[in-house]
């Protein structure tokens, strides 16, 4: 709780300091999410995200960039004995600040993302024990989630791709989880992964 706190202030302090700036561009992003569980060999799987951003300009090459994204997450174990998959689709609010020179044909930056998010839907597969999907009120995965990406993109012209690496701050499975078999597989570990993204911008 207060992790998710925490990143809620940064993206609340950057959404102020973006409104009291003055030229802005507006667009479409979506790409590729490829998630694991942290923690969890081989646990990786890809992913989509598509959604809003807008970007306000700050002085000394300084930009805050807020989008709102419907995220799809996901993960899978396989063993001798069995087969574990999770898949959550988030609806997020990351907040990128963005710092990197205009080099009038192309702008390269360095990128730092907190996050928070709300899971919309959610289905866990046990394949040893339960192959259906499984309720909120049974399942128990926490549906608020926040974080932190990390990384770096381009921009020509109109065009803005970005890579960063993501980490989701706490459980992603409630302690009290009555599915014993969804803790044993995901514990208290959480999502983590690269978001792989390209943006169209409007505006100035």
């Not at 973006?18 to 790409?31: D, P």
């Not at 609806?91 to 600040?97: R, T």
């Not at 289905?123 to 259906?132: L, P, R």
Request: with cysteine.
């Amino acid at each position: 709780m207060r992790r998710l706190t925490a990143v809620a202030l940064m993206c609340a302090v950057a959404l102020l300091c973006a409104v009291q700036s003055s030229a802005q561009k507006y667009g479409v992003v979506g790409g590729a999410t490829f998630s694991s569980i942290h923690g969890l060999e081989n646990s990786s799987k890809t992913g989509w995200n598509v959604g809003g951003t807008v970007q306000f300009k700050l002085p000394l090459g300084f930009s805050v960039q807020p989008s709102l994204v419907y995220n799809s997450k996901a993960a899978e174990l396989s063993s001798g004995v069995g087969y574990a998959g999770l898949k959550v689709d988030y609806l997020e609010l990351p907040v990128s600040f963005q710092w990197g020179p205009d080099l009038l044909i192309f702008r390269p930056f360095i990128d730092v993302s907190p996050y928070i998010g709300y899971a919309l839907a959610s289905k866990a597969t046990i394949e040893t024990i339960v192959s259906t999907p499984l309720k909120w009120d049974s399942s128990s995965i926490q549906r608020f989630e926040c974080g932190l990406g990390l990384g770096g993109g381009i921009e020509v012209w109109r065009l803005q791709v970005t890579c960063r690496y993501n980490w989701n701050f706490g459980a992603l499975v409630n302690a009290d989880t009555g599915f014993q078999s969804v803790k044993e597989a995901f514990g208290e570990r959480n999502f983590g992964g690269v978001t792989l993204s390209l943006a169209f911008l409007f505006g100035k």
